[in-house]
């Protein structure tokens, strides 16, 4: 179970979600990693928050690394009203590169989050 494998949090954890496109929402039905996110968060007694909106929608699968880190740079915008003193755990499903979790914990930086940290469910390495 999830609860077992994942460390007590602190308090002033906000957990988040990088935002799926939105075909893959269109196709699932759903956002897949906020869905893990928010089961996270209910798991653990945290609130869930969406904080990032997604620019531009830019399918990551089979792009290279370099196609990776340019896209993902203009993909993301926090929302307005980011808690200075909170820490923000973005969540993603699987980390490829990096280049995603990187540049939406920037734009979380860039909204006023002070502490961000990342999680994923699996690493594939490209």
């Known amino acids: 179970m999830l609860h077992e494998i994942v460390p007590a949090l602190p308090e002033t ?14 196709e699932r039905g759903y956002d897949h990693a906020a869905k893990i996110a928010e ?3 209910l798991l653990r007694g945290l609130p ?6 997604r620019l531009e929608n830019f399918v990551q ?3 290279s690394r370099a196609d990776r880190l340019r896209q993902a740079a203009k993909s993301y915008q926090a929302v307005e009203g980011l808690e200075s ?8 499903d ?6 995603t979790l990187e540049h939406a914990a920037k734009a979380l930086r860039e909204g ?3 502490t961000v940290w990342v999680a994923a469910t ?5």
Not at 48 to 53: G, H, N, V
Not at 94 to 99: P, Q
Not at 122 to 126: D, E, G, L, N, V
């Open 112 to 114: 006023g989050a002070r």
């Open 39 to 41: 089961q996270l968060a």
């Open 48 to 53: 869930y928050r969406s904080t990032l909106t």
């Open 122 to 126: 699996a690493y594939q390495p490209q």
């Open 13 to 26: 954890v906000i957990v988040t979600a990088v935002p799926t496109i939105r075909r893959h929402i269109r």
């Open 85 to 92: 003193d909170k820490i923000y755990l973005l969540v993603d």
């Open 94 to 99: 699987v980390v490829t590169t990096g280049a």
């Open 61 to 63: 699968q089979g792009a």
